[in-house]
């Protein structure tokens, strides 16, 4: 077995940690995502336990690279390339069309301008402020006393939803506070939390440039009414592929194999 | 030399100087008349922000104070800066350092706070007297500051390094363009950071000693022509005639304000993809804006030609005309083949903000990509700053 | 029973619907006609207007943003072109709704042909205008009169004045027309009747009652910064004197049952002025603001040479021109004057020029005057920086020191 047929990315988030294992045709051969928990090395030993479990193969007979906030932890890595990069790989992989993805993450937000190699032209970062990332609905759904896969449906029974204007998290959850205080609906208020994210994400990608189709990635596209709320915010059908959080290793593994093929 | 080296070799500096009797003038703002300080005996020595400093501004200032003048303003109510005989505060510059200097002075009233207006207006010669009355304003402030009136002798010395200094960089700028690895953009920083904290003898030796050897390298390589060329392009803002041809290598310059070329240095250093000729050039306040000055000349009214000299700097303190601002930059980017530009903008500076947006355009309409590095004194967030200029790198990573 | 409220209106203020009004139309036509320039409201109006050029002003646009409740989003526009949230609201404000006019319900201005700022009011000016100019193509051009400490020195006084022969210059150049004694004699008297009026109204609040109170002259100021030096910017100060002076008289406050007297320190909320309404509600009055007290001096002259040379000096000498103790004695001298028992410095976070300094001066002004005071934190249009909880409680503590 050479070393030349099998690439592994990985991708070390601070709350997930994610790898994938594709073959020299670009085939995933096994994935998996975990908790980063408390050490990160540590995770990413468990990580490479399991797709090693799931393929067959040892991981150290591939090439490996790192991405994600903790990306120059991981020992074993051939080089580290940054998320930017690895997601608008791994987007236009699955689907070559799309011109604009946004990641939302559990601290950062990201849009990215996917040129017709695959590769980032342009991009725009919301990493200073948790509002318009997965904390911002972590911590809504605190207070509204939902589970963070409760609080989209909620939303979307809504028909008029709040307006919450405070564009920074602490006073946005003061106001939510307000709000529940006089009587508004769940429902309602979730509402107005998810056009505030759509909001904001909208504007972090006119930074950019809206281009259709837009794809969205991250834990945060997985929650039915930030999609509705975005799409409608930004005039656009969004792309959501199947597994949006393991893009990031993906378009990793793929730089992993390109690499060994020049 | 990484950054913790860099201050403390700089307070030994200025320890030494104290300790052998010099008194030492801080400034903020690096576009001050070196050789008038230097007449009346002082040692015009920058006054820089630090890394580490913990937040003691809170009493004084509101958050929307820049970056800047509250990491200087937190290390004085920590302690710091007692070498110091006064500090300049730049008046008319900008409104942080306008408004921090009239707290400044309050909160520290055994401080000796003096100001030194500047014309900001594209105003030729009434621009030029403004800033001369000024000037003689600042340097009677300074005899009383002193008890020393001003020496001609000692500002002709002055004015001699300060050319020589001044020189050395420029043709060592000009000399990174061409053929950046003859000179790492570390060491480079180093000696401009040397120069901020002190301009004297022992460092225009330090600078024309790299210089010769540079210019060593250049000769073998028969470039030694173009860098004379450019650095005169350069000093006289007129940069349409080079012919310049460089390799396919990556070339990225760093435009912005009030952060220290050593700062940019120490912040690639870790940096996948950063290669060591990757920079080729800066375009800061604390950096290219002050190398390229033109000299103060030593025959007439002295503090006539002090303000010449400061008002011939490019892009600064004139903040009238943001056209020709363009104008420069475009060039730049064109004729000295830069591929990529990384727009600093500190925390709460109005300048920087208001200016990034036209920045971008600018080189976006010549074809060169750039990155906005939202920074502060502190480096907060350091690993999300290396991970944007990581990502810059890739995207202009053509394979 | 119908319920009275706790604070009066103004009659004069209908008329300012219809100067506004007016000045809009004027400027719509000025800029088909090609002599429209955008001001800045510390800038000496009376020179382009002597050389019959319209001006009209952005600032005031900025505040017809925030009191229409758009500032947020009108901000936003701005912020898609990549200008950071730090900057100033009125800035951003004012590149969004050039860029995005259409989107706009008011507040957008019509096309300049040339940008005016002076920047005795803070030294952003030059770069919002700078943004503009590279949106509108009109060439911007910048009087520069560096702050003073202190007295204007000989020196100063020369380079602003040559800035003015400069400013002369570049307005022949650029609309075709020239700068005439008899016109700006004509024009240099009518603009200080107006201030005069103007100072004789802010004047009448000694009085108590104050027959006005803070909103009251935040909105009948708009003439004397958008319409000073024509005819009938002196016809609504007359009016509006006679109208305050007859309040006097009657022993008429603008608010029912005024028991506290405070000042208040810069630019207000302009999406909130229910909030001084609020406090009328307590027997809160506002006799007096270091905004509307802004206006120095009156620009004399008999020729174009003497009023040029006043132009040079008046201007210079602004409020926000004079350093941190110049406005504390401000502040002081207003608290002794008017009788005031405290006073509210608004932070604005737009506006470092007018609040970087504030945490000083508030202690500096209770220790000189002997009264107690309140800083509150926001913005001027962002009302996303103003939490109403956070500015009730401060102002709260405040009013209970003086029960």
């Known amino acids: 077995m050479s070393e030349g047929s099998f690439g592994i990315g990985i991708d070390v988030g601070s709350t997930t940690t994610k790898g994938v294992l594709i073959d020299s045709s670009e085939k995933v051969l096994a994935s998996h995502l975990q908790n980063t928990g408390a050490s990160a090395p540590k995770a990413v030993e468990q990580l490479l336990v399991q797709l090693s479990t799931q393929s067959g193969i040892n991981p150290r007979d591939c090439r490996i690279i790192a991405t994600g906030y903790g990306r120059s932890i991981v020992e074993l890595a051939y080089k580290t390339v940054t998320e930017i990069t690895c997601h608008s790989v791994g987007v236009h992989s699955l689907n070559s069309e799309i011109r604009l993805l946004i990641d939302v993450g559990g601290q950062d937000s990201k849009v990215i301008r996917i040129g017709q190699n695959g590769r980032p032209e342009d991009f725009e970062l919301n990493d200073k402020c948790s509002a318009g990332t997965g904390r911002f609905l972590e911590v809504m759904a605190r207070v509204l006393e939902v589970s963070m896969d409760e609080l989209g449906p909620l939303a979307l029974k809504s028909k008029s939803p709040s307006t919450i204007s405070s564009t920074c998290t602490v006073f946005a959850e003061s106001e939510v506070i307000g709000r529940i205080g006089s009587g508004e609906s769940a429902s309602d208020i979730a509402a107005g939390v998810h056009l505030s994210m759509a909001s904001k994400i909208g504007s972090l990608s006119k930074r950019v440039g809206v281009a259709s189709p837009v794809g969205v990635t991250g834990g945060v596209a997985l929650n039915p009414a930030f999609r509705h709320y975005l799409s409608k915010h930004l005039g656009q059908e969004l792309w959501i592929p199947e597994r949006p959080q393991l893009t990031g290793a993906l378009g990793a593994a793929i730089i992993a194999l390109r690499g060994q093929k020049e | 030399m990484s950054y913790p080296i860099l201050i403390e070799q700089s307070n030994q500096i200025l320890r030494e100087l104290v300790d052998a009797g010099q008194r030492v003038l801080g400034y903020i703002y690096p576009h001050i008349p070196h050789e008038i300080v230097m007449a009346h005996g002082l040692t015009p020595s920058l006054v820089r922000t630090n890394r580490t400093t913990v937040g003691a501004y809170e009493d004084s200032l509101q958050t929307f104070s820049c970056s800047l003048t509250r990491n200087l303003f937190s290390q004085r109510v920590n302690g710091s800066f007692p070498l110091l005989a006064g500090i300049v505060f730049s008046a008319n510059t900008c409104d942080a350092l306008q408004n921090v200097a009239d707290v400044w002075r309050l909160r520290f009233p055994e401080d000796n706070v003096i100001r030194l207006t500047y014309p900001v207006g594209d105003a030729g010669d009434s621009a030029a007297q403004f800033l001369a009355k000024e000037i003689k304003a600042f340097s009677d402030a300074l005899e009383s500051l002193t008890g020393t009136a001003f020496q001609k002798d000692a500002f002709i010395e002055a004015a001699s390094i300060l050319e020589g200094i001044r020189s050395g960089l420029q043709l060592l700028y000009s000399a990174r363009l061409v053929n950046p690895s003859l000179i790492p953009y570390k060491t480079l920083s180093e000696l401009v950071g040397d120069f901020m904290t002190a301009p004297t003898k022992t460092v225009l030796t330090r600078i024309e000693n790299k210089w010769a050897e540079v210019l060593d390298g250049l000769r073998k390589q028969k470039q030694d022509g173009v860098v004379l060329k450019i650095r005169a392009a350069l000093l006289s803002q007129d940069i349409g005639d080079i012919d310049f041809a460089s390799d396919s290598a990556v070339r990225i310059a760093v435009i912005g304000g009030m952060v220290e070329p050593t700062t940019i240095a120490d912040l690639i250093v870790n940096i996948p993809g950063m290669k060591p000729n990757t920079v080729v050039l800066d375009i800061l306040t604390f950096g290219f804006r002050t190398v390229f000055t033109p000299p103060a000349e030593t025959e007439g009214d002295l503090f006539e030609n002090a303000a010449q000299s400061i008002l011939g700097a490019p892009s600064e303190p004139t903040q009238e005309g943001l056209p020709r601002r363009m104008r420069f930059l475009k060039d730049i980017l064109t004729n000295l083949s830069i591929g990529g530009l990384v727009v600093c903008e500190q925390s709460f500076c109005d300048p920087d903000e208001f200016e990034a947006p036209s920045t971008e355009r600018a080189a976006s309409e010549v074809g060169v990509p750039t990155v906005r590095l939202p920074i502060d004194p502190e480096l907060s967030d350091r690993a999300r700053l290396e991970g944007r200029l990581q990502t810059f790198l890739e995207t202009l990573d053509t394979s | ?403």
């Open chain 3, 1 to 403: 029973m119908s319920e009275e409220k706790p604070y009066r209106r103004l009659e004069s203020q209908d008329l300012l619907q219809q100067i506004a009004f007016r000045h809009g139309l004027e400027a719509m036509a000025a800029s088909e006609e090609g002599r429209l320039a955008w001001v800045t409201s510390g800038f000496p109006v009376e020179i382009p207007l002597a050389m019959d050029v319209f001006p009209t002003y952005p600032e005031q646009a900025g505040a017809i943003i925030g009191a229409s409740k758009i500032g947020p989003e009108v901000c936003g526009f701005g912020e898609d072109l990549g200008y950071s949230q730090e900057l100033c609201s009125y800035a951003r404000s004012s590149i969004g709704s050039t860029d995005r006019p259409e989107d706009v319900s008011m507040g957008a201005l019509p096309t300049p042909q040339a940008l005016l700022a002076c920047n005795n009011i803070c030294g952003t000016v030059l770069k919002w205008y700078d943004a503009i100019s590279e949106m509108t193509g009109a060439p911007v051009h910048l009087l520069d009169t560096p702050p003073l400490e202190g007295e204007q020195l000989p020196h100063h006084r020369a380079y602003v004045r040559r800035g003015v022969d400069r400013l002369v210059e570049f307005l022949a150049d650029t609309f075709n027309t020239r700068l005439e004694d008899e016109e700006a004699t004509r024009v240099a008297n009518l603009s200080s009747q107006a201030i005069r009026l103007w100072t004789k109204v802010l004047e009448t609040c000694v009085n108590k009652p104050s027959p006005l109170n803070c909103a009251d002259r935040f909105l009948t100021m708009a003439p004397v910064v958008s319409s000073r030096g024509m005819e009938h910017c002196v016809e609504f100060y007359e009016a509006l004197l006679a109208e305050v002076e007859g309040r006097v008289k009657e022993g008429i406050g603008a608010i029912r049952n005024e028991k506290t007297r405070l000042l208040w320190d810069n630019i207000p909320p302009w999406f909130i002025l229910r909030f001084f309404n609020q406090l009328a509600a307590r027997g809160v009055v506002f006799p007096a603001d270091t905004y509307t007290h802004a206006w120095s001096g009156a620009v004399e002259g008999s020729d174009t040479a003497s009023i040029l040379d006043g132009v040079s000096e008046v201007y210079s000498d602004v409020y926000l021109n004079k350093g941190l103790e110049a406005k504390v004695d401000k502040m002081c001298e207003l608290i002794k004057d008017y009788d005031l028992d405290g006073f509210v410095m608004f932070s604005v976070r737009s506006c470092k020029r007018y609040s970087l300094g504030q945490l000083v001066s508030k202690e500096m002004v209770t220790e000189r005057t002997g009264v107690p005071g309140v800083v509150i934190e926001g913005d001027m249009v962002d009302s996303r920086l103003f939490s109403e909880a956070q500015v009730q409680t401060r102002v709260d503590a405040l009013l209970e020191m003086f029960v």
